[in-house]
T-cell receptor, first 114, second 112 residues
Framework: AQSVTQPDIHITVSEGASLELRCNYS??????LFWYVQSPGQGLQLLLKYFSGDTLVQGIKGFEAEFKRSQSSFNLRKPSVHWSDAAEYFCAVGPTSGTYKYIFGTGTRLKVLA | KAGVTQTPRYLIKTRGQQVTLSCSPI?????VSWYQQTPGQGLQFLFEYFSETQRNKGNFPGRFSGRQFSNSRSEMNVSTLELGDSALYLC???????????FGQGTRLTVV
């Protein structure tokens, strides 16, 4: 069955520190992978996506993610966190042709200390 | 380019009532999906419509239904509301359904 695991429910980092949010997936084929961010009471904003090709993808707001097929992972990174990055982050697989739906992880809530 | 618009943003309903939520996709997008977000269950897929046809449906009871109009706007309806239906309902649109989706800000439904 397809699934996405975000092992860290909460992460706290200091402003200016580096960040890595973990994401592992289970999928029968090469998945489409996404990271979304959600601020309180808001919808989801796409940070970046991986369809194929270069396994290191760049996104908005200085985020990047690396697809590692051997580890079934798609971890999100940022070299220097800003206070405005405090939000909830969701990793997702899909939608791929025939499914037309995303499968989301449970999310990681990021807190940034001043 | 306008984003995905969901109306209303907030709703309070009583148990047993029914509710209709609306979603206007990005211009040119023909696929509209709906998700329910709750603290306990996270984000769960409800259904996806493309060119007025439901192509995929999640594991929700028949009280949850939807439709899509010829202009790609979509509505979802929940009948006989239960307390557990309280959630943030998110709509997402994409060009064909198998590319990245763009989400609206959601409708916060509270059932009392």
């Amino acid at each position: 069955a397809q699934s996405v695991t975000q092992p860290d429910i909460h992460i706290t980092v200091s402003e200016g520190a580096s960040l890595e949010l973990r994401c592992n997936y289970s999928y029968g084929a090469t998945p489409y992978l996404f990271w979304y961010v959600q601020s309180p009471g808001q919808g989801l904003q796409l940070l970046l996506k991986y369809f194929s090709g270069d396994t290191l993808v760049q996104g908005i707001k200085g985020f990047e993610a690396e697809f590692k097929r051997s580890q079934s992972s798609f971890n999100l990174r940022k070299p220097s966190v800003h206070w405005s990055d405090a939000a909830e982050y969701f990793c997702a697989v899909g939608p791929t042709s025939g499914t037309y739906k995303y499968i989301f992880g449970t999310g990681t809530r990021l807190k940034v200390l001043a | 380019k306008a984003g995905v618009t969901q109306t209303p943003r907030y709703l309070i309903k009583t148990r047993g009532q029914q509710v209709t939520l609306s979603c206007s996709p990005i211009s040119g997008h023909r696929s509209v999906s709906w998700y329910q977000q709750t603290p306990g269950q996270g984000l769960q897929f409800l259904f996806e419509y493309f060119s007025e046809t439901q192509r995929n449906k999640g594991n929700f009871p028949g009280r949850f239904s939807g439709r899509q109009f010829s202009n790609s706007r979509s509505e979802m309806n929940v009948s006989t509301l239960e307390l557990g239906d309280s959630a943030l309902y998110l709509c997402a649109s994409s060009t064909t359904g198998d590319t990245e989706a763009f989400f609206g800000q959601g409708t916060r439904l509270t059932v009392v």
